[in-house]
């Protein structure tokens, strides 16, 4: 599944300096509350991709289904989850940017202190 931010939000330069910030303030608790959320949307997108391509794997099995009525079912229940964890995918894409500049805009204070 290709995502519109290409790299994790803990490869974000912003993020990794936030880290940084909070961890050299002594802000351990935030530093690992900021940790819990990118590693679960991280998670979330791995997940996500996971699913894709197991329904891709689907797929080729329905192309070698040889009851076309079942063939046909399947392959509508199938085009349904696909348009569902697409929708899924453009939301957590979403939630990472949200979190990416709510994240960023609450560092700079902290950036400007250190």
Do not use: W
């Not at 490869?11 to 940084?20: G, R």
């Amino acid at each position: 599944m290709e995502t519109a931010m290409q790299t994790t939000l803990r490869e974000q330069a912003d993020i990794k300096e936030l880290f940084q910030v909070l961890e050299s303030s002594g802000m351990t608790k935030e530093r690992q509350n900021v940790g819990n959320l990118v590693n679960y949307l991280e998670n979330m997108e791995t997940q996500l991709g996971q699913v894709v391509h197991e329904l891709k794997e689907v797929q080729g099995q329905i192309s070698q289904m040889q009851n076309k009525g079942i063939k046909s079912a399947v392959a509508h229940i199938v085009e349904q989850a696909e348009n569902r964890v697409q929708s899924m995918g453009r939301q957590l894409d979403t939630v990472k940017k949200t979190c990416y500049v709510r994240l960023k805009r609450q560092s700079q204070p902290l950036t400007q202190t250190v």
